[in-house]
Antibody, heavy 126, light 110 residues
Framework: QVQLQESGPGLVKPSQTLSLTCTVSGDSISSGGYYWSWIRQHPGKGLEWIGYIYYSGSTYSNPSLKRRITISVDTSKKQFSLKLSSVTAADTAVYYC??????????????????WGQGALVTVSS | QSVLTQPPSASGTPGQRVTISCSGSRSNIGTNTVSWYQQLPGTAPKLLIYSNNQWPSGVPDRFSGFKSGTSASLAISGLQSEDEADYYCAAWDDSLNGPVFGGGTKLTVL
């Protein structure tokens, strides 16, 4: 059974960097075929995709957040991490890590998030 | 403002069939497949439907997904009290080069 678990500080000061780590069990990040993703949910709001990393290290982020985001992977530790710089109160949210299953063929992309972490609430406040 | 559009709320009585719609555009639903997620209060989203109409293991067939053109819908038959949750649709977006979500629909079982 694949499990993901977020960890990191629950409180970050404005202008600082939010750092979260996701630890994966029951699967190998190095096995390929999956994209290890970050998604956030503002209080009482919907889901917002932040970005993903592939086991090779290639990453892609939501253009709305791209210049503030760093996503990295440590396959030996079965972990991937998110850093979001220059945070403001608008970055207060529950942050989820998730495994995305995606393949594209004949011009059609089949994408879904089949496993999720329990979520980590990060509050930005002084 | 979510890329995919869902009604903010839906409701039904036990045993009823309810549907939740999800509207997108050519670059997402119009081209790629749709997935649906159920988020019970205080928990992480759970995959409910993938590839428009496929069930992950363990999901009852009371839940069914449909897609036509740039719209999709989730149908829940034999509504149960435990179905009370938020439901989200999602699809890959070719313009964003990433996945997009609907704003979510809060389902109330009366």
């Amino acid at each position: 059974q694949v499990q993901l678990q977020e960890s990191g500080p629950g409180l970050v000061k404005p202008s600082q960097t939010l750092s979260l780590t996701c630890t994966v069990s029951g699967d190998s990040i190095s096995s390929g075929g999956y994209y290890w993703s970050w998604i956030r949910q503002h209080p009482g709001k919907g889901l917002e995709w932040i970005g993903y990393i592939y086991y090779s290290g290639s990453t892609y982020s939501n253009p709305s957040l791209k210049r503030r985001i760093t996503i990295s992977v440590d396959t030996s530790k079965k972990q991937f991490s998110l850093k979001l710089s220059s945070v403001t109160a608008a970055d207060t949210a529950v942050y989820y890590c998730a495994r995305e299953s995606r393949y594209c063929t004949n011009g059609v992309c089949y994408s879904n998030f089949d496993y999720w972490g329990q979520g980590a609430l990060v509050t930005v406040s002084s | 403002q979510s890329v995919l559009t869902q009604p903010p709320s839906a409701s039904g009585t036990p045993g009823q069939r309810v549907t939740i719609s999800c509207s997108g555009s050519r670059s997402n639903i119009g081209t790629n497949t749709v997935s649906w997620y159920q988020q019970l209060p205080g928990t992480a989203p759970k995959l409910l439907i993938y590839s428009n109409n496929q069930w992950p293991s363990g999901v009852p067939d009371r839940f069914s997904g449909f897609k036509s053109g740039t719209s999709a819908s989730l149908a829940i038959s034999g509504l149960q009290s435990e179905d009370e949750a938020d439901y989200y649709c999602a699809a890959w977006d070719d313009s964003l080069n990433g996945p997009v979500f609907g704003g979510g629909t809060k389902l109330t079982v009366l």
